[in-house]
């Protein structure tokens, strides 16, 4: 999936994913996508969650396990 920006909050807990995706959307234009790397199991669920409350579409959710633990990634495509 072609991605316009980047985000890495793995090792943060809610809500600091989530703030930081809010700020990097701000920076966006509309239709640009946002991809977002996380740790937080919880991720999952805040995420379908804003992407509800503000309207910015949340277009995938994927759970990758590595050695280290589980990583999710979110793509949200701004409103």
Known sequence: MDTHKEI???GL??????????KALSDMQSGE???VL???PGSVRDFQA???QTGNDLLDQQAH???AGDEYTHFLRRR
Not at 13 to 22: Q, W
Request: net charge positive; with cysteine.
């Open 38 to 40: 996380a740790t937080d």
């Open 8 to 10: 890495d909050a793995r």
């Open 13 to 22: 807990t809610c809500p600091l994913p989530i703030l930081r995706a809010k």
């Open 65 to 67: 396990h590595t050695e």
């Open 33 to 35: 996508v946002l991809k």
């Open 50 to 52: 804003f992407a509800r």
